[in-house]
C-alpha cells in the first residue's frame, strides 16, 4: 500500500490510502479540490470516503467528491451522518472495502462520537492524537480523551501516526516548557525546528517516537508527576493529563 498527504487549508492533512489496483481511501477531506488533483496526478480510483468526526476542517470536500464520484462509499461515525455519511460505523467495527481492512477505534473527547481507523501499520486518527499533543476537549471529557489515548497507546511501537493537522512545532515548544530537562523531547524539538524552517512535514510519526516525548502519552511518568505536584497513586495518570490538557489549553 502507498501512502499519500495531502497538506490543505491552513495545516491540515487529507490522506489517501492507495493499492496495487490503484484503487484508494480517501480520510478526512477538508477540501475537494487538492484531492481531485492527486487522484488525477497519481491515476487512482477513490473507492470510499472515512471520516474521523463531524468538524467542517474533515469534512468540507465531502459533498463536491461524492458528486465527482457518485458511486464512492463514505464512512463515519453518527454525528457525521448530517455532513454526507452513508455508512455509519461504530467502535470496534471493521471496514472491508475493496481489498482494505480497517478496525474502527471509538476515540472520543475531542468530540462525544470520533473515531479512528487501523490499516496496520497505519492510524488514521483525526484530532485525537498529534504528534506532541492531543485534540482539544470541545465535546467530550478528558477521561474520555485519556481513555481513548490509551487505546491507541496499546497499538504496536510501529505504528504510523496519521492525524490531521501539522501542530507538531507547537507542541513540541510547549513539552519543552514542561520538561526542559527531557533530553529526547529537547532533541525532538530541535529536529521539528529544523524540519519546519525547511516546510518539511513532521507527519506521519511513529507510536514508539510519541511514547518518547509526547507529554499526554507519559501521564504515568513519575518525572511529568512531580513536575506538576501530582502524587504518584491509582489516580496519578488521569490528574496528570488533566492537568497537561489545561496547561496546553492556555498555553
Known sequence: MELIRIPALSDNYIWLLSNENRECVIIDPSEAEPVIEALNQHSLTPIAILLTHHHLDHVGGVSELVKTYPSIAVFGPQETQSKGATHIIHDQEKIIVGDFHFSVMGTPGHTLGHVSYYCEPYLFCGDTLFSGGCGRLFEGTAQQMFSSLQKINALPDDTLICCAHEYTLSNMEFAHHIMPKNTLITDYLSQVKEMRSHLQPTIPTTL????????????????????????????????????????????
Open 208 to 251: 514508539k517516537n510519541e511514547k518518547n516525548i509526547n507529554l499526554f502519552l507519559k501521564s504515568d511518568d513519575i518525572d511529568l508527576q512531580s513536575i506538576l505536584d501530582i502524587t504518584n497513586n491509582t489516580y496519578a495518570p488521569i490528574k496528570t493529563f488533566t492537568k497537561i490538557r489545561e496547561l496546553k489549553d492556555n498555553f
